[in-house]
C-alpha cells in the first residue's frame, strides 16, 4: 500500500456497499481499481464472483495482467470486460432462457445496415428502395431507442421530426429488422446489451452462477442509459458496487454517452460513498490550475480540484495568430525548435476539435521535414467524401480522367459499376474538350433513363462552369447537389458538411484549379502518407483530434483553432449541455499536458463560408481573456512563415516578445 496515496488508499479499503470514485485526469485510477481488486481477492471473494466492466479490453486485460504481476492467483476466472463482451459470454451460457441460441453470429455495421436495408424494402414505408443514407438513420435511430431506453417518438422529434409522421411505419421496419435478425440467428451489438438486461430483469440469469457478489465499472462517465440499467441490474443482489469516473472528462455525447448518469449517481444510489481521487500525477501546478478554473465554469459537475506533486512548473503559453496560415506556420516551427534541442518528437502532440484544422499545419510540418502521425482518423484528402468531391474538379480539370469520372457517377442513385465504366469511356472520349461536353455526348449515344439519366444530365449542367473561378461555382457545388452526393449514406453528415466547406475554403486560397488538384495531392502523399506511413519513421510528432487523444499523454501539447466558433463549435452556443460537453473536452485537450502546454487562435479566418475576424474561445474568455495570469502570452511580431536568419533552430522562439502575466 506504500505506493498509494490516502486518497488512493480509501478506495482500495472501501467495505461493502455503493462507491462512486470521482478519478480527475492522471490521478491512477488503473492503479488503484487494481489494487482494490487485489483486495478484494485477498479477502476470499471467488475470481469468478467478480464482474469488471471496461469500455476497451485492452483495459481489462491491462488490470488482469497486473494482477498477475502481482502473485494474485485464478484472475483468468475474473468475469471482465467491455459490456458487449461480456454481455455476449452470458448470452452464449444463459440466452436459451429467453430464446436466444447460443450459437448466434454477431453483426458489422454493413451487415446491420443490409438488413436494415431488406427490412425498408419490406415493410414499403417510402415510395422507392431507401438509399444507403436512409438506412443508416433507420439504424441510426434503432440503436438510439436502445441505447437511452426512449420511446421512438422522442428520437424521432429530436433528430428528424419530418419522420414523425411516418413513425408507425419506421416502428414497423424496426419490427421487421428484428424478425430478420432472429430467423437468420444473427444479433447486433445493440441486441447484445438489449438481450443481457432481459436475462437480468427475468431473473433466469445474466449473472455468473450464484450471482456476481462484487461489481465494478470504469470509465462510468461513459456509459449510456442501456448501459446504466444493467449495471443497476447487476449490482442489486448483492449491494456491492463500485464505479469509477470523472464527470468532467465525458466527452462522448455523440455516441450516446449520458454524463446525467454519473452526475445524478447519488440520487439513484441514496446511500453510496463518495470518494475523490484529486492528486495529479501528470501536470505541472500551472497546467492543473488553469484546468481547475475552466471546468468550474460547468453548471453540472461534481467539484474537485486537481492537485500537482511537484513544482509549479512554467505558465502555459498563449499565442494569439494572425490567421491559419500564421498558427500552422509558429507551431510547426515550435515543434522543429524543439526537435532540434533534444525533446523527442513521440513526446510532442497538436491536438484540435475538428479533423480539418489540421490542414494547414500538416504543410507547415511537411515543408519543415518534420514527421507526423495522424491519430485523427484518414488525412483530410484521402476521406472518401473529400475524394468524391476532388473527383468532380479532377475531371473537370482533365476531361479525359475516367477514374475520376466513374468515382463520382458511382455514387449516383442507380448507377452500378458496368452504368459507369459505359458512361465513362464515352463522356471521356480524346475528341472532348471539355468534361460537360463529353456528358452531354454519353447522353446522346447511351440508351440512359430515368434516374441515371437525370444524373447524368445534372452533372453536365453543373460542369458546364465559365472559367477558372472556384470561389464563384465550388461552394454552391457542396451546398447543393455535390454536398448531397458525397454525404448521400454516409455517417455523421454535419462533420463531414463542415469538413465540405473547410474544402471550399481551401480552394478559395488557391490561384487556379492547377494549383488547388496539385497541393492536394502533395499534402496527401508527399506530407501525408509518405511522412506518416514511412517504415523508416521510428519516431514522430502527434496530431490528433481531442476526442482521439483521451487517456493518452505528452510532455509537449499544442491546443490549436481556440477561436469562437470553432471551438466550441458554433451550434454549441445555443445549447447549454453542449456548451459544457465541449468546455469537458477542452478539459480533457489541457490535461493532456505534462510539463508544457501552448494554446493558440486564429484571429482572422472563414467560419460558415465567409472569411472575417476571429474572436478568442469563450474558453478563454471566461479565464480573464488574454491578459489572464494563467499564461504567458506570446505576441507574434514576425510571421513565422517569412525567410529566417541563418540557424533559426539555434534560437528559441524567434521572432517572438513575451508578456509575462504571473
Not at 469468478?48 to 488490470?63: D, G, K, Q, S
Not at 489540421?358 to 484521402?382: C, I, K, W, Y
Not at 475524394?387 to 473537370?396: G, H, I, N, V
Not at 512563415?641 to 522562439?653: H, N
Request: with cysteine; glycine share 8%; aromatic share 6%.
Amino acid at each position: 500500500m506504500s505506493e498509494l496515496n490516502p486518497q488512493q488508499q480509501a478506495v482500495v479499503h472501501t467495505g461493502g456497499g455503493v462507491c462512486l470514485v470521482l478519478a480527475g485526469a492522471g490521478t491512477g485510477k488503473t492503479r488503484t481499481l487494481t489494487r482494490r481488486l487485489q483486495r478484494l481477492l485477498g479477502l476470499g471473494v471467488p475470481p469468478e464472483r467478480i464482474c469488471l466492466l471496461t469500455f476497451t479490453n485492452r483495459a481489462a486485460a491491462t488490470m488482469v495482467e497486473r494482477l498477475e504481476g502481482y502473485g494474485v492467483e485464478g484472475v483468468e476466472r475474473l468475469w471482465a470486460g467491455t459490456f458487449h463482451c461480456v454481455a455476449a459470454q452470458l448470452l452464449r451460457e444463459q440466452g436459451h432462457r429467453i430464446g436466444v441460441e447460443p450459437h448466434f453470429s454477431i453483426l458489422d455495421q454493413s451487415d446491420a445496415l443490409e438488413l436494415m436495408s431488406k427490412a425498408a424494402v419490406q415493410v414499403g414505408v417510402w415510395e422507392r428502395k431507401p438509399g444507403t443514407k436512409r438506412v443508416q438513420q433507420l439504424l441510426d435511430l434503432y440503436s438510439a431507442c436502445l441505447q437511452r431506453a426512449c420511446h421512438l417518438e422522442t428520437i424521432l422529434q429530436e433528430r428528424h421530426p419530418l419522420w414523425f409522421s411516418r413513425r408507425d411505419g419506421v416502428r414497423a421496419i424496426f419490427g421487421a429488422y428484428m424478425a430478420r435478425k432472429q430467423a437468420l440467428r444473427v444479433m447486433d451489438f445493440d441486441d447484445l446489451l438489449l438481450g443481457w438486461r432481459q436475462l437480468l430483469q427475468s431473473g433466469q440469469g445474466g449473472t455468473c452462477p450464484g450471482g456476481f457478489e462484487h461489481v465494478l465499472v470504469d470509465e462510468y462517465q461513459d456509459i449510456n442509459r442501456l448501459q446504466g440499467q444493467i449495471v443497476e441490474l447487476l449490482a442489486a443482489p448483492c449491494g456491492n458496487l463500485t464505479v469509477v469516473g470523472d464527470d468532467a472528462q465525458s466527452i462522448y455525447g455523440f455516441r450516446g454517452a449520458n454524463p446525467e448518469e454519473i452526475l445524478n449517481f447519488e440520487q439513484r444510489f441514496a446511500r453510496c460513498r463518495v470518494l475523490k481521487l484529486e492528486q495529479n500525477y501528470r501536470s505541472t501546478g500551472h497546467i492543473l490550475s488553469l484546468a481547475n478554473a475552466s471546468i468550474a465554469h460547468n453548471a453540472h459537475r461534481h467539484p474537485k480540484t486537481l492537485q500537482g506533486q511537484g513544482p509549479k512548473g512554467d505558465l502555459p503559453t498563449l499565442v494569439p495568430c494572425k490567421d491559419e496560415r500564421q498558427q500552422a506556420a509558429f507551431v510547426a516551427q515550435r515543434i522543429a525548435e524543439l526537435v532540434a534541442q533534444g525533446t523527442d518528437p513521440a513526446e510532442i502532440a497538436v491536438l484540435y476539435r475538428a479533423h480539418w484544422h489540421s490542414n494547414a499545419l500538416q504543410q507547415a510540418l511537411g515543408d519543415l521535414n518534420v514527421a507526423f502521425s495522424l491519430h485523427s482518423g484518414l488525412p483530410f484528402f484521402e476521406r472518401a467524401h473529400i475524394k468524391d468531391a476532388l473527383s468532380w474538379l479532377k475531371a473537370m480539370h482533365n476531361p479525359r480522367d475516367a477514374v475520376a469520372l466513374r468515382r463520382l457517377l458511382l455514387r449516383m442513385d442507380g448507377v452500378g459499376a458496368r452504368t459507369a465504366e459505359r458512361i465513362a469511356q464515352v463522356a471521356c472520349a480524346a475528341n472532348h474538350a471539355d468534361l460537360a461536353t463529353g456528358l452531354r455526348a454519353a447522353l446522346t449515344a447511351l440508351a440512359l433513363k430515368g434516374r441515371v439519366r437525370a444524373g447524368v444530365a445534372q452533372l453536365a449542367l453543373a460542369s458546364a462552369q465559365p472559367g477558372d473561378d472556384k470561389a464563384a461555382w465550388l461552394r454552391p457545388a457542396l451546398e447543393g447537389w455535390l454536398g448531397q452526393l458525397c454525404l448521400e449514406g454516409r455517417e455523421d453528415p454535419e462533420r463531414r458538411f463542415a469538413e465540405l466547406m473547410a474544402l471550399a475554403d481551401f480552394a478559395h486560397d488557391a490561384d487556379n484549379l492547377t494549383e488547388l488538384l496539385t497541393d492536394a495531392a502533395l499534402l496527401t502523399s508527399e506530407r501525408g502518407r509518405i511522412l506518416v506511413h514511412s517504415e523508416q519513421v521510428q519516431s514522430c510528432v502527434t496530431l490528433s483530434t481531442i476526442h482521439k487523444s483521451k487517456g493518452l499523454e505528452w510532455d509537449v501539447v499544442f491546443v490549436i483553432g481556440l477561436a469562437q466558433g470553432r471551438f466550441p463549435l458554433a451550434r454549441a452556443a445555443e445549447d447549454a449541455a453542449e456548451l459544457e460537453e465541449e468546455r469537458r473536452l477542452f478539459h480533457v485537450a489541457v490535461t493532456r499536458a505534462r510539463h508544457s502546454l501552448t494554446l493558440t487562435f486564429p484571429r482572422r479566418g472563414r467560419l460558415e463560408g465567409r472569411m472575417g475576424g476571429l474572436g478568442p474561445s469563450v474558453f478563454l474568455k471566461e479565464l480573464g481573456g488574454l491578459q489572464a495570469p494563467w499564461w504567458t502570452r506570446l505576441q507574434l511580431v514576425q510571421d513565422p512563415s517569412e525567410p529566417k536568419p541563418a540557424k533559426p533552430l539555434q534560437m528559441s522562439l524567434l521572432g517572438l516578445v513575451a508578456e509575462s502575466k504571473g
